[in-house]
C-alpha cells in the first residue's frame, strides 16, 4: 500500500475512535426498570385509602373526637404523594386547619403538619408563622427546630437556619445528617453534601427503616447525579423502586439520565408517559416540551409547553410552579415582562439567591443588563451554586462585557451539561 493511502486511513481511524470516545456510556438497562412502568396495583394507595374510610367513619361516629382528623389528613398526604393531584394537598390542608382551629393552635404536631403543608403549597411565610407558633408552646422543641430549619432555608434566611441545625447536632441522628447534607449542598460543596446523605443512608438500613430508606436512596440519585456519577445515581434510583414500585421520582430520574446523559429521547419519553398514567403533573409537559425541543419538533415542543399551561390554569397551584412560569416566560420577548412581575412576586414569597437570580434573568430578557447585573452582583454571585443560576451568571457577565468573569463559570458548567440537560449543551458552550 503507497503511503498516500496510508495517511486517510489513519485519519479515518482516528475520527472514528474519538467519535466512540464521546459517545455517552449507556448506564440504563430496560430490563431494569421495564416492570416498574405500568404496575398494575399501588399498595400504599390502597392502604391510603382504607385508611380513609375507616377514620372517616369513626369520625362521622364520634365527631368530638378530633384527633381523627390528623390521622385521615396524614393519608390524604399520601395520595397527594404518590398521585400529585393537588386536591389531596388542599383537602390535607382543610383537615388539619379544621383540627388546629378546633385544639385552638394548642397542639404541636397538629400545628407542625398544616406548616409542612404550607411548605409543599410554597407558602413559606405562613409555614414560618406556624414553626414559631410551635416553637413558643415549646413541646417537642427538636421536631420544632428541624421545621425551623426547613423553613428557614425556603426563604434563604441562611443566619437562623443555621442556628436551628446546630441546635440538633447529633451525628448518630438521621433529619440532623440529611439536614446537614442539605446545608453543605447550598453552600456548593457537594462532596461533603455526599457524604452526610451516605451516613443518613447508613443509618436508613441499619434500622431497616422502608420510609427513610426510599427518601435516602432517591435524594443520593439526585446528589450524585449532580456530581456527575451517574452510574451510582442510576443505581440509586432503581434501589428505591426495588423498595416502592410506584415511587414514580425516581423512575422520573432514570428517564432524566436516560435523556440528558445517554440522549435517548424515545425511550425518555416512554419513561415520562409511563409515569404520567399515575402521577400526573405539570412538569411532566415541560420535560417532554424539553425532549422535542432537543429533536427539533418545534410543534411537540409548543404542545407540550400549551398543555403545561393548560393545566395550570385548569387547578389552582398557587406559586407552586412560579419558577418554572419566570424561565418560560423569560425567553422570549414578547413574554419577558410577565416574567418580571412573577419574579417579583417570588422574591417577595421567598428572597432568597434563585429568586433573584430569577429577577435578574428577567431584567436580562428585558434588555436592561445594568439592572440585572446590580442585582447578580448584590444577591446572587457567591451564594448560590446552582448550574442553572451560575448560566444566568455567566450570560448576565457576557452582555456586560465582563468576559474575564465568564471563563471560568463556563468551565465550571461544561462539567454540568447533564444536570443543565441537552439543550444548554450547544449555549455552554458558545458563551
Known sequence: MKPSKIIPLLVFAII???????????????????????????????????????WQKKFDAAPNQISYLSLIASNYAALFEYTGNIKYLYKTEALLTQSNATYKYSKVSTIRSLARNYIAQHRFKEALNLANKAMAIGEGKKETQKLLFDVQMELGNYPEAVKNLNALRD??????????????????????????????????????????????????????????????????????????????????????????????????????????????????????????????DKAKELENRNAYFEMLKANNYGAMYNKY?????????????????????????????????????????????????????KYVVGKSFEPKVQYHLAMIYKSNKEAVKVQPIKEELLSSIYELGPNLDKKVNQL
Not at 45 to 52: G, H, L, R, V
Request: hydrophobic residues 35%; aromatic residues 12%; glycine residues 4%.
Open 171 to 296: 451525628m448518630r441522628d438521621y433529619d440532623y445528617l440529611i439536614r446537614l447534607a442539605k446545608w453543605n449542598d447550598h453552600k456548593g460543596d457537594l462532596k461533603t453534601a455526599i457524604t452526610f446523605m451516605e451516613k443518613a443512608r447508613d443509618i436508613a438500613e441499619k434500622e431497616d427503616n422502608k420510609v427513610l430508606k426510599i427518601w435516602s436512596y432517591s435524594n443520593l440519585g439526585d446528589f450524585y447525579g449532580h456530581a456527575g456519577r451517574i452510574q451510582e445515581s442510576y443505581d440509586s434510583y432503581i434501589k428505591t423502586l426495588t423498595i416502592d414500585p410506584n415511587y414514580s421520582y425516581a423512575l422520573k430520574g432514570i428517564a432524566w439520565i436516560v435523556f440528558s446523559h445517554e440522549r435517548n429521547t424515545e425511550e425518555a419519553k416512554r419513561i415520562v408517559e409511563a409515569i404520567e398514567v399515575t402521577h400526573n403533573t405539570p412538569d411532566f409537559y415541560l420535560l417532554k416540551s424539553q425532549i422535542a425541543q432537543f429533536e427539533g
Open 325 to 377: 412560569n419566570v424561565l418560560i416566560y423569560a425567553d422570549a420577548k414578547e413574554t419577558a415582562s410577565k416574567a418580571l412581575e412573577i419574579a417579583k412576586v417570588e422574591v417577595d414569597h421567598r428572597p432568597t439567591p434563585d429568586s433573584y437570580d430569577l429577577l435578574a434573568w428577567s431584567y436580562l430578557n428585558l434588555g436592561q443588563n445594568k439592572k440585572a447585573l446590580e442585582i447578580a452582583q
Open 16 to 54: 472514528a475512535l474519538y467519535s466512540c470516545s464521546n459517545k455517552p456510556t449507556q448506564i440504563t438497562k430496560t430490563s431494569d426498570y421495564i416492570k416498574y412502568l405500568n404496575v398494575k396495583d399501588n399498595k400504599s394507595m390502597t392502604f391510603a385509602n382504607d385508611e380513609i374510610d375507616f
